[in-house]
């Protein structure tokens, strides 16, 4: 059997693909009020598109909902505010029950909420509502993160949410258009793999480093 080929590298860096964002996001919401980036590796790509646009950056964290038994597995992501998003099809195949669902999703969003304030350090958190809000990762794979990320904004009031990625599977962009007002992605290869393997460099961010993206201030 032939070995398939490897997916294409598409970027650098976080910070390479955080500026080839940054100019297409500047062209399709050059309106936008608010970046939030979505730690850890988010936060490398967000900052460029917050420079670009001259707009506040800071966080929307959500964690996955794992799979009993098997928490590395994805059900669904909850946020920090307590919104959440589980994939029905997976609970219905596996027959998952719904206090095990309710259980992970409160273990979850207070996981996001704990990071939420270590990230903030006591800073308030932005206004969102009436705002045009961009939410940017460094890649989506299934989703289910952005999702969860996605909804906490919305029922944050934000008028517009756009979700901005360098790079993502055609089918998961397109699903994740249900839930924003826009998905911006620089890149949609039908051999997608995992995001990291469209990065030569792909290392872990570490929280310190993460947090240091926040410290930015646009121009007045």
Same mark, same amino acid.
């Given at each position: 059997?032939?070995?398939p080929p490897e997916p ?28 939030l980036g979505i730690p ?33 597995? #994805?059900? %669904? /992501?909850? @946020? ?5 998003? !589980?994939?029905d099809d997976v609970v =219905? +195949? ?46 989506? #794979?299934? %989703? /289910?993160? @952005? ?5 906490? !904004?919305?029922?944050?009031?934000? =008028? +517009? ?49 993460? /947090? ?9």
């Open positions: 059997m032939p070995i294409p590298i598409m970027f650098q860096n976080r910070h390479d693909a955080g500026r080839q964002l940054a100019d297409l996001v500047a062209e399709r919401v050059p309106d936008a009020d608010l970046v850890r590796g988010g936060l490398p790509v967000a900052r460029p598109v917050a420079e670009r646009l001259n707009v506040p950056l800071d966080i929307v964290a959500a964690k996955k909902m794992g799979m009993p038994g098997n928490p590395e597995l #994805a059900i %669904g /992501a909850a @946020a920090s505010d307590g919104s959440a998003w !589980v994939d =219905e +195949r596996y027959d998952i029950e719904s206090e095990y669902l309710e259980t992970e999703r409160k273990r979850a969003a207070e996981t996001a909420r704990e990071k939420t304030e270590t990230y903030r350090d006591g800073r308030s958190a932005p206004e969102m509502a009436g705002e045009t809000v961009v939410i940017v990762d460094d890649g989506v #794979a299934t %989703g /289910a993160t @952005a999702r969860a990320c996605l909804r906490q !904004v919305t029922d944050a009031d934000a =008028e +517009r949410v756009v979700l901005a990625v360098p790079v993502g599977p055609p089918e998961s962009l397109a699903d994740l258009a249900s839930e924003a007002d826009e998905v911006v992605a620089v890149e949609e290869p039908e051999r997608f793999g995992a995001v990291g393997a469209h990065y030569r460099e792909f290392g872990q961010v570490s929280d310190e480093e993460a /947090a240091d993206y926040l410290d930015w201030e646009p121009a007045e």
